[in-house]
């Protein structure tokens, strides 16, 4: 299962200002970084404490680790930019998802769109649902098939060896 990081807002948009996205991409360039480094090229031009409390907070928010290194600590990214991307995808939908009394008004929404943004997205769309599909069928299938064999296995094991000289 996928953590999700504390940046929701109620409406599933991430809860990060734009000095915070501004230090989330900049660790991602550099892969990790201290607040002194993050301000030693001079491309970032707040306060030391400024940037620190930033960056402890986007920590608090489940967006970076950190481990320390001396009187400081290093930061880096718990996610890449596109596994954030999926988890604010997957929150977002799951939220509106969970919006309405009819669980196919939310999906009409997803499909409106997907069609309005490019109708191609659509055939996409209809051939991840019948990968999904497939899938699920299979799993099921080979649960079925599990379940079938430990109850054959239970009825031969209680009978016992010689139950068939018995019938």
Request: charged share 30%; aromatic share 6%.
């Amino acid at each position: 299962m996928i953590k999700t990081p504390l940046i929701f807002g109620s409406n599933a948009r991430p809860n990060l200002g734009p000095f915070e996205q501004r230090l989330l991409q900049e660790l991602w360039s550099r892969g990790s970084a201290t607040v002194r480094e993050l301000l030693a090229d001079g491309q970032i031009q707040q306060a030391y404490t400024t940037v620190m409390t930033t960056v402890d907070r986007l920590y608090k928010k489940g967006m970076l680790d950190r481990a320390a290194e001396g009187r400081a600590f290093r930061y880096t990214p718990r996610q890449t930019p596109g596994e954030l991307q999926r988890v604010v995808a997957f929150e977002g939908i799951r939220q509106l998802l969970g919006s309405g009394e009819a669980s196919a008004l939310p999906l009409s929404f997803l499909v409106e769109a997907l069609s309005a943004h490019d109708a191609q997205l659509l055939d996409e769309l209809q051939l991840l649902v019948e990968t999904k599909r497939r899938e699920l069928q299979n799993r099921n299938n080979q649960e079925r098939r599990r379940r079938t064999h430990e109850e054959r296995t239970r009825k031969s094991a209680h009978r016992g060896p010689n139950s068939e000289e018995r019938e």
